[in-house]
């Protein structure tokens, strides 16, 4: 059982029956992060940004890991290298882990800046190194509250603006980390009793905390980093299922499931249902003239106007080539053609040359019609069809209607 040694009273460790081994802890991190080295394997991520989480947090837990667990290799007590390399390996694995955040919350931080951070540790502990035990514990407290630090900004996203449960777990579990770092740097400036080799001098009642939870603490953050790649990889599939991939627009399969959806919201209450076709004039001519790459960049933008025009709740799909379909929920058929126009207008007006230079202009011929009570969509989808074929015999760039034949 661990004994006070400083100012804290002997009879504080009472509080806590069972005394956890402080090296021992640090032993089973070690151990638990070299697991998480071999399984943080980066050819498992499903693109460069998970690679990159992989890959750092890999070089960060094999760099905990190799220091941790090589003091099981020594006897008690543990010479002074070997806690060395034990302090440098733990505060600079931490600091590499800032750099990992940075990937898992959508940030930058520049690989080139690891190298300067590492040297200027190893120098910082070299320079300690001469005052034995006691520079050690003063670089490691010091070390790990300002790599705990960098990780709380690096992170800070996951902490303050958390996606899902699991985002959530790992903005409590850095500042866990952070406040547990600082309140050990604190604890230290009141310490005035011999420096132990476990380098951890708090009061006694809380060895048992800080070695459980550098004990677990490893495989804690390696279950979270999995959960959050792994519930991220979940999302882009379904958006690239239900989405069109040049334009962001809905799929057809997801259109038809929204619609559903949309139909069941409205069934109580006065709105009606706009069925609304758009399909760019001469579109053809546009892929000819300025190649694949200008035609999809004015699909991306005829996505991008008609979305911003629409309410959230309308739904907007690609059907396929230039044609996109729109149903927004409205009052009446005169609503209904005021949002086509809106739609065609917002198209007619755009500044195009600026998305593709020298694209004088797009338009588009609109048909559009209301859904009628117990009508199929796919009935009223035909109707705007026939109403769009007018538009566009009728001179393209208008919007014409199709009315429901009894």
């Known amino acids: 059982m661990t004994t006070a040694t400083g100012r804290f009273p002997d009879n504080l460790a009472t509080v ?47 760099l905990i890991g190799v220091g941790a667990t ?8 543990l010479p002074l290298w070997s806690l060395a390399t034990l302090s440098y390996s733990t505060v600079s694995g931490l600091a590499v882990m800032a750099w990992a955040m940075a990937a898992l919350s959508g940030g930058v931080l520049s690989r080139r800046l690891l190298a300067p951070m590492l040297a200027v540790l190893l120098l910082a502990l070299l320079a300690v190194l001469p005052l034995g035990v006691r520079g050690l514990t003063w670089f490691v407290a010091w070390g790990l509250s ?4 960098l990780v709380v900004v690096m992170g800070r996203r996951l902490v303050l603006r958390p ?35 476990h380098l951890l001098h708090v ?4 060895h048992s905390p800080y070695a459980l939870m550098y004990g677990v603490l490893s495989l804690v953050v390696i ?30 399969p997801a259109f038809a499931e929204g619609a559903a959806q949309l139909l069941e919201r409205l069934r109580s209450g006065k709105d009606r249902l706009a069925v609304i076709i758009i399909d760019i004039d001469h579109f ?3 892929n000819d003239r300025f190649g694949h790459a200008g035609g999809d960049a004015v699909l991306r933008m005829v996505a991008a106007l008609l979305q911003a025009q629409l309410r959230p709740e309308a739904l907007l799909a690609r059907f396929g080539g230039e044609e996109f379909v729109v149903l927004a929920p409205v009052a009446d058929v005169p609503v209904a053609r005021g949002v086509a126009e809106r739609l065609r207008c917002a198209l007619a007006e ?11 202009g797009v338009t588009a011929s609109v048909g559009v019609t209301l859904l009628e009570p117990g009508e199929s969509v796919e009935r009223a989808l035909a109707r705007a069809d026939d109403a769009l074929y007018r538009a566009k015999h009728g001179g393209r760039n208008q919007v014409q209607i199709g009315l429901f034949a009894a």
Not at 350 to 360: K, M, S
């Open 284 to 286: 053809k001519q546009v």
């Open 163 to 197: 996606r899902g449960l699991d985002e959530t777990f790992a903005g409590i579990v850095i500042l866990i980390t952070a406040v547990s770092s600082l309140l050990r740097t604190i604890y230290l400036f009141t310490w005035d009793g011999p420096y132990e080799p």
């Open 16 to 62: 806590c029956m069972l005394q956890l081994d402080i090296l021992t802890a640090f032993a089973i991190c070690g151990a638990g992060a070299l697991t998480g080295a071999a399984l943080l394997r980066p050819s498992l991520a499903y693109d460069m940004a998970s690679a990159e989480v992989l890959r750092i947090s890999r070089g960060a837990y094999a």
């Open 203 to 206: 009061p006694p009642y809380m």
């Open 70 to 77: 090589q003091i099981v290799l020594h006897p008690s007590p």
């Open 146 to 149: 300002a790599a705990s630090l």
């Open 350 to 360: 755009a500044q195009w040359d600026a998305i593709v230079p020298g694209l004088e």
């Open 223 to 252: 279950m979270l980093v999995f959960n959050i790649l792994g519930s991220r990889l979940q999302v882009k599939l379904r958006r690239r299922a239900t989405t069109d991939a040049l334009t962001g627009a809905l799929s057809r």
